[in-house]
């Protein structure tokens, strides 16, 4: 079955360390690779679309990029406020949006 | 421009009891999607609306059944409640042509 998977589950930074977190998908015919940030008790909020393999896109400290099997974010030099939830996504049939189960992010001052 | 808004932000329920959930979608969205996230878990599709009808659904059982309204925005229904449907509830809006969906802040649903 067509499905996201996230690695790692949680993963623990010092303030200033870069890190990746990654998104692998098996789903066929890929129309968007989505990612997200959710805070506790939150909504998700959108971050980056990425649509082919290659392309990249930049906000801020986090960059996403896209291979034609995963997708990483790439933090650099994180701060305590980039400590949530990540999220990546990616369409399937009937309208379905299927999520990874994500990645806790949580940096130390 | 207006985000994703939701009613209420929070509900307990007992179990067998029905519950609805509601979502004001965001300034020129047509498409309303609603998702449950379990704790720890990424959100999981329930159904789609547009144009005031069901277009897609994941594998919820009938008792899940929402509405959407010519003004877009939309209701989750969920009768019988279980212990299980304990979650946040979240809706999701886009426009018809594009894939990217705006969330709200959630419902939050305890059941007892």
């Known amino acids: 079955e067509d499905q996201v998977t996230q690695s790692p589950e949680a993963l623990r930074l010092q303030e200033g360390e870069s890190s990746s977190l990654n998104c692998s998908y098996t789903?066929?015919?890929?129309?968007?690779l989505f990612w997200y940030r959710q805070d506790p008790g939150k909504g998700p909020e959108f971050l980056f679309t990425?649509?082919?393999a290659g392309e990249e896109k930049e906000k801020e400290r986090l960059k996403a990029t896209l291979t034609k099997k995963e997708s990483f974010l790439h933090i650099t030099a994180p701060k305590p406020e980039d400590s949530a939830t990540y999220l990546c996504?990616?369409?399937?049939?009937?309208?379905?949006?299927?999520f990874g189960a994500g990645t806790r992010l949580t940096v130390k001052p | 421009e207006t985000g994703v808004t939701q009613s209420p932000t929070h509900l307990i329920k007992t179990r067998g009891q029905q519950v609805t959930l509601r979502c004001s979608s965001q300034?020129?969205?047509?498409?309303v999607s609603w998702y449950q996230q379990a704790l720890g878990q990424g959100p999981q599709f329930i159904f789609q609306y547009y144009r005031e009808e069901e277009n897609g659904r994941g594998n919820f059982p009938p008792r899940f059944s929402g509405l959407q309204f010519p003004n877009y925005s939309s209701e989750l229904n969920v009768n019988a409640l279980e212990l299980d449907d304990s979650a946040l509830y979240l809706c999701?809006?886009?426009?018809?042509?594009?894939?990217?969906?705006?969330f709200g802040p959630g419902t939050r649903l305890l059941v007892l």
């Open positions: 999701a809006s886009r426009d018809r042509g594009q894939e990217t969906q705006y």
């Open positions: 789903v066929s015919g890929l129309r968007g």
């Open positions: 300034s020129g969205h047509n498409t």
């Open positions: 990425l649509y082919s």
């Open positions: 996504a990616v369409p399937y049939n009937n309208n379905d949006m299927r």
